[in-house]
C-alpha cells in the first residue's frame, strides 16, 4: 500500500475540484473556502454537478447532509440521485438547491424547547469549507442544522461562528503589527482520541457495556497497570491489524491519522491526527469514532469510547492540543528563540491566559458530563479545577513582566544525554505537565479535560470566543494609543498583573492545590450538575452573543440539553444496575450460597463432627453482602419512581447526582465484594481479568 495513492481518494477535495470545475467555478469555491464570502447559486449548481459525477464514478448512488445534532454523534438521511425523467425512465440527479439546502425532520433532535414539538422542519445548510466524501456507497455532505427559526441545533454552527469572531479580532492585532499580509486567522486543533478494544464476545454478556459504555460493576483484577508494562508497548497482532485498517480507512477519508500506540491502561489505546483547522478536526473526529466502532466489529472487537469503562485504571479523554495559524503559515503562538523580546507571541499568549481565567466556567462547562465525572481528578485526568500550565521559562518572563525588570536573555538549553554516540538537542520551552487542565506545550496549548466521547466542538468555540474577546479588549486599547509600543508593554503586563492567579506549574492532584485554589478564587466544580448552569450566567450569554455565537435562548436550550443528558445518563445506569443485581448478581450469589450450604449438609451426613467453619465464615458473607444488594437495588428502584416526579432538568440532575450516584455507589460496593467470594463458575458475567487482558 502507497499512502498518497491511496489519501484522500474518497473526498471531493481540491484537487478534484481543480480537475472537474470550471476556472472561475473553482475560483469562486477557492474564495469562499479561503475568505468565508457567500457561493452564488449559479456556482452551487456547477459544483454539485461535478460532485455528483465523481461520487457516482466512485460508486455512490445516494447522498446526505451529514449533521452534527446535540445527541453528540452524527446524523443522516439518505436520498438517491436517482429522478424519474418520462414514463420508466430515470436519470441520475443532483441539483445546486439539494447540494446547498436539505429539510431532515428536527422534530426528534434535542432542541432545549427552541421548537415545539409538533413543528418539525428544520433545515441543514452546506458548509463548503469541509470538503465531501464518499463513505459506505454515500456522499456525505457536511453541513450546519438548524431550526425552521433559524436557532442553531448543532455543534457545528456556533465553532463556524466562533472561528469568523477569532478572525476577525485576530486580524485587528496583526494589523497593529503592521502585518497587511495575513488575510485570515484560523484556529488549529490536533485532537487525540484515547479508547478501550475489548473482546466483542466478551462484551456482548455485559448488559453494563451495552447499554452505557461503562462497567457499573466490576471487582478490581489482580493486575491492572500496576507495572506499567502496557504503555507504548508492542501492539498484540488483532490490535495491529484493527489500527491498520482503520488507518486505511481514514486516510481514504483525508483524515491525517499520524500516531498511534498503548495507552497506561490494559486494552487502552489511542490515535493522534496532524493539526488542522479546527471545523474539519472536529468533522474528521467525528468520522473518526464512528470509524473505530464500526472497524472494531470486523475484527471481534468492541471499541470502548467511555470516559471511565473501567474503575481502577486509566480513563479516556481527548486531549485537544489548540493553537492559532494565519493563512501565511504562520503559528501565532510560536515563541522563537526569546519569548521575552517576541511582543506579538506574548499579547496573543497573554489574551489566551487572560480567557482561560476569566471564562474558566465555561470551559468546565464544556467538559460536563455524567461520564466524564467519573474520569476527572485522577489517573492522568486533570481536575476540574481549570488551570494553565506554562512552565519555568514562561513562568519566569511573566514573574519578571509584573515586577516590570527586564528578565536575563534565555538560552536555549541543550540535552547531553551523556553518550558519545547519541546526538545533543535543543531543550523544549516548557514541559510537559499531566495532571494540568490546560498545559502550554511550546507553540499551543493541550486542553485535557475533554472526555474521549466528546464532540470537540463545545470546546473549542468557547475557547475560540473567549481569545476572540480578550483580543478585541487588547485591540480596543491598542487602536487608540499614541504610543503602541508603550502600550503595549503596559498592556501585558497589567494582563500578567490580574490574571497569573490562573497559572500553575505544580502538581494539581494535591491537596495543596485545591486550597491554594480557592484562595486564589478558583472555581472548583467537580460535578456537572453543578457546572452546567453556569453556561446561562448573564457574563456568559454577553460573551457569546456579543461575538454572534450563540443567542441566549440558544445558551439556554443547550444548558438544559446538557442537563437532560446528564441526568438521563445517570438514570438509565441505576436502571441497569437495579436489573443486573437482580437478575445475574443476586442470583449468582444465592446459587453459590445453595452450593455451599448443601456442601455443608453433605459434611455433616458422613460425619456431624467434620469441621465446616470455612464454608459457614464465607455463607455469612455471602448473605450479608446478597442482602445489601437487595436493599440497595430496591432504593435505586425508589429512587427512579421518585425521579418521574421532576417537572425540570435541573433539579433532576441535582436529585441525581446527590440521591441515586450515592445508592449506586453502595450497590457497587456490595456486587464488587460479593463478586471477590463467590466461585467464577457461578458468576454470570466477564471479570475485569477477563476483559482488561482477553484481546
Known amino acids: 500500500m502507497k499512502i498518497p495513492e491511496i489519501f484522500a481518494e474518497n473526498v471531493f477535495n481540491d484537487d478534484v475540484m481543480r480537475s472537474r470545475l470550471p476556472k472561475e467555478t473553482y475560483r469562486a469555491m477557492r474564495h469562499t473556502i479561503d475568505e468565508g464570502t457567500p457561493l452564488e447559486p449559479h456556482v452551487a449548481m456547477v459544483v454539485a454537478n461535478a460532485m455528483k459525477d465523481w461520487a457516482i464514478e466512485k460508486g455512490a448512488t445516494h447522498y446526505t447532509h451529514w449533521f452534527q445534532p446535540m445527541t453528540g454523534i452524527t446524523a443522516e438521511k439518505h436520498d438517491?440521485?436517482?429522478?424519474?425523467?418520462?414514463?420508466?425512465?430515470?436519470?441520475?440527479?443532483?441539483?445546486?438547491?439539494?447540494?446547498?439546502?436539505?429539510?431532515?425532520?428536527?422534530?426528534?433532535?434535542?432542541?432545549g424547547g427552541l421548537r415545539a414539538t409538533f413543528e418539525a422542519r428544520g433545515y441543514t445548510?452546506?458548509?463548503?469549507?469541509?470538503?465531501?466524501?464518499?463513505?459506505?456507497?454515500?456522499?456525505?455532505?457536511?453541513?450546519?442544522?438548524?431550526?425552521?427559526?433559524?436557532?442553531?441545533?448543532?455543534?457545528?454552527?456556533?465553532l463556524l461562528r466562533s472561528?469568523?469572531?477569532?478572525?476577525?479580532?485576530?486580524?485587528?492585532?496583526?494589523?497593529?503589527?503592521?502585518?497587511?499580509?495575513?488575510?485570515?486567522?484560523?484556529?488549529?486543533?490536533?485532537?487525540?482520541?484515547?479508547?478501550?478494544?475489548?473482546?466483542?464476545?466478551?462484551?456482548?454478556?455485559?448488559?453494563?457495556?451495552?447499554?452505557?459504555?461503562?462497567?457499573?460493576?466490576?471487582?478490581?483484577?489482580?493486575?491492572?497497570?500496576?507495572?506499567?508494562?502496557?504503555?507504548f508497548g508492542t501492539l498484540r497482532p488483532r490490535v495491529l491489524a484493527f489500527m491498520k485498517e482503520l488507518d486505511e480507512e481514514l486516510w481514504k477519508l483525508g483524515i491525517y491519522a499520524k500516531t498511534e500506540h498503548n495507552e497506561a491502561a490494559p486494552a487502552q489505546h489511542e490515535l493522534a491526527p496532524v493539526f488542522i483547522s479546527a471545523n474539519i478536526a472536529a468533522d474528521h473526529n467525528q468520522i473518526m469514532m464512528e470509524l473505530m466502532k464500526k472497524i472494531a466489529g470486523k475484527h471481534n472487537l468492541a471499541c470502548l469510547l467511555h470516559e471511565k469503562p473501567f474503575a481502577g485504571v486509566n480513563g479516556s479523554g481527548k486531549h485537544n492540543n489548540w493553537s492559532l495559524s494565519t493563512d501565511t503559515g504562520v503559528n501565532l503562538l510560536e515563541p522563537g528563540n526569546s519569548p521575552y523580546e517576541n511582543a506579538q507571541f506574548l499579547l496573543f499568549f497573554?489574551?489566551?491566559?487572560?480567557?482561560?481565567?476569566?471564562?474558566?466556567?465555561?470551559?468546565?462547562?464544556?467538559?460536563?458530563?455524567?461520564?466524564?465525572?467519573?474520569?476527572?481528578?485522577?489517573?492522568?485526568?486533570?481536575?476540574?479545577?481549570?488551570?494553565?500550565?506554562?512552565?519555568?521559562?514562561?513562568?519566569?518572563?511573566?514573574?519578571?513582566?509584573?515586577?516590570?525588570?527586564?528578565?536575563?536573555?534565555?538560552?536555549?538549553?541543550?540535552?547531553?544525554?551523556?553518550?558519545?554516540?547519541?546526538?545533543?538537542?535543543?531543550?523544549?520551552?516548557?514541559?510537559?505537565?499531566?495532571?494540568?487542565?490546560?498545559?502550554?506545550?511550546?507553540?499551543?496549548?493541550?486542553?485535557?479535560?475533554?472526555?474521549?466521547?466528546?464532540?470537540?466542538?463545545?470546546?473549542?468555540?468557547?475557547?475560540?470566543?473567549?481569545?476572540?474577546?480578550?483580543?478585541?479588549?487588547?485591540?480596543?486599547?491598542?487602536?487608540?494609543?499614541?504610543?503602541?509600543?508603550?502600550?503595549?508593554?503596559?498592556?501585558?503586563?497589567?494582563?500578567v498583573r490580574e490574571h497569573k492567579r490562573i497559572v500553575f506549574n505544580g502538581n494539581n492532584y494535591s491537596a495543596e492545590w485545591v486550597k491554594e485554589a480557592k484562595r486564589r478564587g478558583l472555581l472548583n466544580l467537580v460535578y456537572s450538575d453543578e457546572a452546567l448552569p453556569y453556561f446561562k450566567t448573564e457574563k456568559n450569554i454577553a460573551l457569546l452573543e456579543?461575538?454572534?455565537?450563540?443567542?441566549?435562548?440558544?445558551?439556554?436550550?443547550?444548558?438544559?440539553?446538557?442537563?437532560?443528558?446528564?441526568?438521563?445518563?445517570?438514570?438509565?445506569?441505576?436502571?441497569?444496575?437495579?436489573?443486573?443485581?437482580?437478575?445475574?448478581?443476586?442470583?449468582?450469589?444465592?446459587?453459590?450460597?445453595?452450593?455451599?450450604?448443601?456442601?455443608?449438609?453433605?459434611?455433616?451426613?458422613?460425619?456431624?463432627?467434620?469441621?465446616?467453619?470455612?464454608?459457614?465464615?464465607?455463607?455469612?458473607k455471602l448473605s450479608e453482602y446478597g442482602g445489601e444488594i437487595m436493599r440497595r437495588a430496591d432504593e435505586i428502584d425508589a429512587l427512579l419512581a421518585e425521579a418521574k416526579k421532576f417537572s425540570d432538568h435541573e433539579s433532576l440532575a441535582h436529585f441525581c447526582r446527590k440521591k441515586i450516584l450515592s445508592c449506586m455507589e453502595k450497590l457497587r460496593a456490595a456486587a464488587d465484594a460479593a463478586e471477590g467470594v463467590t466461585a467464577k463458575s457461578f458468576w454470570r458475567f466477564p471479570t475485569y481479568a477477563d476483559l482488561l487482558f482477553s484481546v
Open 163 to 231: 472561528m469568523d469572531a477569532l478572525n476577525r479580532q485576530a486580524i485587528r492585532i496583526l494589523r497593529l503589527f503592521g502585518n497587511k499580509e495575513v488575510r485570515r486567522v484560523y484556529p488549529t486543533v490536533g485532537p487525540e482520541q484515547e479508547y478501550f478494544l475489548i473482546d466483542k464476545d466478551l462484551y456482548e454478556k455485559r448488559e453494563d457495556l451495552k447499554l452505557t459504555g461503562r462497567t457499573l460493576f466490576g471487582a478490581k483484577s489482580p493486575k491492572g497497570q500496576e507495572l506499567e508494562d502496557h504503555y
Open 125 to 158: 445548510a452546506w458548509d463548503p469549507t469541509s470538503y465531501a466524501f464518499i463513505k459506505d456507497g454515500t456522499l456525505c455532505i457536511p453541513t450546519a442544522f438548524c431550526s425552521y427559526s433559524g436557532f442553531a441545533l448543532d455543534k457545528k454552527t456556533p
Open 546 to 620: 456579543k461575538h454572534g455565537v450563540l443567542s441566549r435562548a440558544e445558551v439556554e436550550s443547550r444548558t438544559d440539553i446538557l442537563l437532560e443528558n446528564y441526568a438521563q445518563s445517570v438514570l438509565i445506569e441505576a436502571a441497569c444496575m437495579a436489573d443486573m443485581a437482580m437478575k445475574e448478581i443476586y442470583p449468582a450469589v444465592a446459587e453459590y450460597s445453595a452450593a455451599l450450604a448443601n456442601g455443608v449438609l453433605a459434611k455433616r451426613a458422613v460425619s456431624p463432627s467434620i469441621a465446616a467453619d470455612g464454608e459457614i465464615s464465607l455463607l455469612e
Open 350 to 495: 497573554t489574551a489566551v491566559i487572560k480567557a482561560v481565567d476569566e471564562y474558566q466556567d465555561l470551559l468546565r462547562v464544556s467538559t460536563a458530563s455524567a461520564g466524564n465525572d467519573n474520569r476527572l481528578g485522577g489517573s492522568e485526568a486533570p481536575p476540574a479545577i481549570v488551570s494553565v500550565y506554562i512552565g519555568e521559562e514562561l513562568s519566569a518572563i511573566m514573574d519578571a513582566i509584573d515586577k516590570g525588570v527586564n528578565p536575563a536573555a534565555a538560552e536555549k538549553k541543550v540535552m547531553k544525554l551523556g553518550v558519545d554516540s547519541l546526538p545533543d538537542f535543543p531543550r523544549d520551552t516548557t514541559d510537559r505537565n499531566r495532571t494540568s487542565p490546560m498545559a502550554f506545550t511550546g507553540n499551543k496549548f493541550e486542553f485535557r479535560m475533554l472526555g474521549s466521547s466528546f464532540s470537540v466542538s463545545c470546546t473549542n468555540y468557547i475557547l475560540n470566543t473567549a481569545v476572540a474577546e480578550e483580543l478585541s479588549q487588547f485591540a480596543d486599547a491598542l487602536e487608540r494609543a499614541p504610543d503602541f509600543m508603550k502600550a503595549l508593554n503596559e498592556l501585558v503586563a497589567k494582563t
Open 80 to 111: 438517491s440521485f436517482l429522478s424519474v425523467k418520462g414514463e420508466g425512465d430515470i436519470i441520475m440527479e443532483f441539483s445546486g438547491k439539494e447540494l446547498i439546502k436539505g429539510e431532515p425532520d428536527a422534530s426528534s433532535f434535542p432542541s
